[in-house]
């Protein structure tokens, strides 16, 4: 035999086997808290460039909110957390190709995602809105113009922005690092993002002074869960309902956000 | 909570550059391997498996490595087939690598001149040695260049697979960056921690292709 007819028979082989297991793939239809217990694992979605959320220290450890409170859901449950460090962009990609059991991961709420994953009670709460220097004054969606806003792409922030002025010259990016480094840079004239973020940017940047120009949407934060998983929403629900009842994410939300939680309507 | 650059931010970054080197290895080896195959179905007998290696080099010439990955890592995965990040991001930069590396060498055996393939014919040698003592010394000196240039393409390509959440040197810049707010200085340090991985295979290449041409 030839080795360009042995190659093809290798790979016919290989396209029958894949064709085979597919075939054979297990429609199962467990129920995920059950397989998180079972597991004693429970792989959490958390985006690691998004300080005070998700980042890491001086010393390299991973610190944050979300990293925290996902460190309190998997005790609550007695199994061990396995972060699984994501990007913004791919978040509800990897909870739909099961990457990730839930997302910890500032996931803020859409109706339209709704349609893709279930929302649990929100745990955070962080103001989205449009910020800029003193120097140009805006003071709502129709004072755009030409300017550039700075966004994060597919955000909240974003969609709220774009739903409000459709024909705003938005500039996208891939994450809110570099949305700010786009509006340092001065690459963009404003930019949308948390309460938190405007903050940071200010202490890192007195020159480059954020102030509010008008606010967009609350940006509650809240955990992603795979459609139709009930029975893990209810626990989570329940974890998150316990939590605020006895004033237990207050220390999480003072220490990441220097502020209080507020009042956190519920759900 | 950013905190100031730190020495250990450096460290992030080393150990992001490991992952790239790895990666780049193992996509390096997987280009390789299948480019050869893809080669051999190129200058197969039959016209059908030439045309399905046509097909192959050209679509995938033709698409952006980004999507490709994503397809690796998010569409396999919806066929049941759970793919760890660099396993995907492996599989895309060889199948991505293949598809350039087969075009280069095909091209560089057209290349050699019609005249040795019919003076090794005339020396009465089977096609076989022909192929190897013939033609294959000479279309291997032709590739190298080409093939050392887009091996530096792939090397720099691993940063896209940042996006699949494989945690290199790309997507180590992004977070370290954000976590102390140093964006300029940090992919500062990136771009020269690139140029320190590619700049040494250039240099190589060059050097061989000098004393190849010297040997012949």
Same mark, same amino acid.
């Given at each position: 035999m030839s080795p360009s007819r042995m190659v093809l028979r290798a790979a016919l082989l290989v396209v029958a086997s894949l064709l085979l297991i597919t075939a054979q793939a297990p429609a199962a239809k467990a129920d995920l808290l059950k397989d998180i217990l079972d597991r004693g694992v429970i792989r959490i979605g958390t985006t690691m460039d998004n300080p005070p959320y998700g980042s890491y220290d001086a010393a390299g450890k991973p610190v944050g909110f979300d990293i925290e409170f996902g460190q309190m859901i998997g005790q609550a449950m007695g199994v061990k957390v396995e972060v699984v460090s994501q990007v913004m962009a791919?978040?509800?990609?990897?909870?739909?190709?099961?990457?990730?059991?839930?997302?910890v991961s500032s996931f803020g709420l859409v109706p339209s995602r709704a349609l893709q994953v279930m929302y649990s009670e929100p745990y955070t709460n962080n103001l989205e809105a449009l910020w800029g220097p003193a120097s140009i004054k805006i003071t709502g969606p129709n004072d755009l113009g030409t300017l550039k806003i700075a966004a994060g792409v597919g955000t909240i922030q974003d969609k709220a922005l774009t739903a409000m002025a459709p024909k705003a010259n938005i500039v996208r990016?891939?994450?809110?690092?570099?949305?700010?480094?786009?509006?340092?840079?001065?690459?963009a004239d404003l930019m949308v993002g948390p309460a938190t973020l405007a903050k940071q940017v200010n202490d890192a940047y007195p020159q480059h002074k954020l102030e509010m120009k008008f606010p967009l949407l609350s940006g509650t934060s809240h955990i992603g869960v795979p459609q139709g998983e009930f029975t893990l929403l209810q626990f989570l629900n329940t974890y998150i309902y316990y939590l605020r009842v006895n004033n237990l994410l207050q220390p999480l939300t003072l220490k990441y956000f220097g502020q209080d939680l507020g009042n956190l309507p519920p759900f | 909570m950013t905190h100031p650059l730190a020495f250990h931010d450096f460290v992030v970054l080393l150990v992001g550059l490991e992952w790239t080197i790895l990666l780049s290895a193992a996509a390096f080896l997987g280009s390789v391997i299948l480019g050869l195959v893809v080669l051999a179905l190129?200058?197969?007998?039959?016209?059908?498996?030439?045309?399905?290696? /046509?097909v192959f080099i050209h679509v995938l010439q033709g698409t952006p490595l980004l999507g490709l990955l994503l397809l690796m890592f998010f569409g396999l995965a919806l066929f049941g087939y759970d793919v760890a990040a660099w396993v995907a991001a492996t599989i895309g930069l060889s199948v991505y690598g293949s598809a /350039?590396?087969?075009?280069?060498?095909?091209?560089?055996?057209?290349?050699v001149p019609k005249g040795q393939w019919e003076a090794s014919r005339a020396l009465g040698l089977s096609s076989g040695l022909r192929f190897r003592l013939v033609i294959l010394p000479q279309a291997f000196t032709i590739?190298?260049?080409?093939?050392?240039?887009f091996l530096v393409q792939l090397l720099k390509n691993t940063s896209v697979a940042s996006i699949t959440g494989v945690v290199e040197l790309s997507r180590d810049a992004q977070i370290v960056s954000s976590s102390t707010f140093e964006f300029f200085r940090?992919?500062?340090?990136?771009?020269?921690?690139?140029?320190l991985l590619c700049y040494p295979l250039t240099w190589y290449s060059r050097r061989l292709e000098t004393s190849l041409k010297k040997a012949r």
């Open positions: 791919n978040r509800i990609p990897m909870l739909l190709t099961k990457k990730v059991d839930i997302l990016f891939d994450s809110d690092a570099t949305t700010v480094t786009a509006y340092v840079s001065g690459q | 190129r200058r197969s007998r039959y016209a059908v498996v030439r045309m399905l290696a /046509f /350039f590396l087969s075009d280069i060498w095909d091209g560089a055996v057209r290349a590739s190298i260049p080409p093939t050392v240039g940090v992919y500062a340090a990136v771009c020269g921690l690139y140029f």
